[in-house]
């Protein structure tokens, strides 16, 4: 039985204010993705979607 490597790919990250101009491909406002993306300077499209899900669904205080 032969190992095979598995090639792991990066995810390109995108600057924080070229996701928020963006916001609207993923479906939110631009404030809705600023809120999500707050603290960082980059993120994937994978990372955006995951962040913007978790933001929504945060209970206000």
């Given amino acids: ?9 990066k995810a390109f990250k995108h600057d924080k204010s070229d996701l928020i101009n963006n916001a609207a491909s993923f479906g939110v406002k631009p404030e809705v993705m600023a809120g999500a993306l707050y603290g960082l300077d980059k993120a994937s499209k ?9 933001f929504l669904r945060k209970e206000v205080k």
């Fill in 1 to 9: 039985m032969a190992n095979h490597k598995q090639k792991t790919k």
């Fill in 46 to 54: 994978e990372e955006a979607t995951k962040l913007i899900n978790t």
